[in-house]
């Protein structure tokens, strides 16, 4: 998979692309990602990349020319006939739809994916409109610069890609997860007592939508916290069990609104309304 990001600031990548996941999907060749500085695709003997707000108003934009100039010497299609399964081009913007865990899976489908970093007050609206298939935001809130958000990006689809995290199941099984999470998938699971019996536990066969449970390793006493007894039990179900209340504890605790769309049991229902009694 490719990721080409175009920003004024490529040495702001120089970090999170150099360590750990990213750098050995990078090393694998499993992801290429290109930088690409905005600068080079300014005519004038400034660089210019900015220009003030057409209607007045405080701060800088960012002009369009450079911009289409950028994304066109990529080689990518133009919006109207781009196959947005093959190539993407995304634009970061705090106006943008939520990037999310569902999104990450998506892009991690497309061979190529374009990342258009914003500064300023942001950028000519015609990108949005002619070159940009959409726009992305990580959050609610204003960062200074679309760069942080293209990290966060290219981070979270990559370890999504076959062949990057070590454990294929880390991605299936963790906050968020979906894959085999299916609520007929997972009580088939629980009804199969072969599976039950030779599978490691865990949560659900599939976080669900959840957020993940809690983990623990050595030492089992910690400032005098144990490690919970179930864990060092050896009870497959048991184990499946604990974490499974665990992580509809958090979730009902630190994010009750995934619980609409989380795939829950009747056991998940039950227990659910006891906690909030
Ligand atoms: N005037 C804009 C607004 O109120 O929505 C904010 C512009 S912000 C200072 C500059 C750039 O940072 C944006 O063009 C965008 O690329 C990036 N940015 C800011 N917040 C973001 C967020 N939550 N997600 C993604 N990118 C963001």
Not at 106 to 123: K, M
Not at 152 to 172: H, K, Q, W, Y
Not at 177 to 186: H, K, N, Y
Not at 225 to 248: C, Q
Request: aromatic share 6%; with cysteine.
């Amino acid at each position: 998979m490719r990721f080409d990001i175009i920003t004024i600031f490529p040495d702001f990548f120089d970090g999170p692309f150099r360590y750990g996941v990213l750098s050995r999907a990078a090393n694998a060749g499993i992801v290429d990602i290109a930088l690409h500085d905005l600068r080079a695709f300014t005519h004038d003997r400034h660089k210019t990349v900015d220009d003030r707000p057409f209607g007045g108003g405080e701060g800088m934009v960012l002009k369009a020319e450079p911009l289409f100039d950028a994304v066109e010497s990529l080689g990518v299609a133009a919006k109207a006939v781009r196959d947005p399964a093959k190539e993407t081009v995304i634009l970061l913007s705090a106006q943008g739809q939520r990037f999310t865990q569902t999104v990450a899976h998506d892009l991690a489908q497309v061979e190529r994916v374009v990342l258009i970093c914003g500064r300023y007050e942001g950028v000519d609206e015609r990108v949005n409109d002619l070159l940009a298939d959409r726009e992305l935001s990580i959050g609610d809130y204003v960062l200074s610069g679309g760069e942080l958000g293209a990290a966060v990006i290219v981070d979270a689809v990559t370890r999504l890609l076959p062949g990057v995290l070590g454990n294929a199941d880390s991605a299936r099984f963790e906050s968020f997860g979906r894959t085999d999470s299916s609520l007929a998938a997972r009580q088939q699971a629980a009804s199969d007592e072969s599976l039950e019996a030779t599978t490691l536990p865990r949560s659900t066969h599939g976080a669900g939508g959840l957020l993940d449970y809690p983990h623990y390793t050595r030492p089992a006493d910690f400032r005098g916290v144990p490690v919970p007894d179930v864990l060092a039990g050896g009870d497959h179900a048991a184990i499946r069990k604990w974490r499974r209340e665990r992580a509809l504890e958090k979730t009902l605790r630190n994010r009750p609104d995934l619980l609409t769309d989380a795939d829950l049991t009747d056991d998940d229902r039950r227990f659910l309304s006891r906690l909030r009694k």
